[in-house]
């Protein structure tokens, strides 16, 4: 007769919990994705309530607004998550609609490329295993990146049109 040992009951348990707490959250709508860059937290609102809160790793450079391709900054204001790419060079990314007709205007009076392409996405492929390690440093060209299991969570909550707010 087969009967699981208790570390085999803890570790059952510890694996399936996230499951349940994450097909709990998957019913309920988020209003807005806000980022807060100083405190490397992306947060999940619904009905003005926090769902979900998540560690991020930002560009090399985070600190101030994005104002160029090429400064490893992540661009600050208010966006929209306008489409999503599940085949992208890393796990899962969701773009920010940025730049803005403002943003277009302050490159072009500086004549620079005002960048493009940032996202919400989760470690590079094949590098999910370090996720957690990889979290604890600044390492995108300006994007906001979560792990792996985090990224599969706000893919499934955040709907196309959900406006982001990044501030400082």
Known sequence: ??????????????????????????????DLVRVEKSQRQLQLIGAGKVLRSYDIALGGDPVGQKHREGDQRTPEGRYVLDW????SVAHKSIHISYPNADDLASARSRGVDPGGFIMIHGQPNGFGWVGRLLQMVDWTDGCIAVTDSDMDEIWTMVADGTPIEIMQ
């Open 1 to 30: 007769m087969w009967a699981r040992t208790p570390v085999a009951i803890c570790a059952c348990l510890i694996a399936t919990t996230p499951v349940l707490e994450r097909n709990a959250l998957h019913w309920q709508k988020v």
């Open 84 to 87: 999503r790419n599940p085949n």
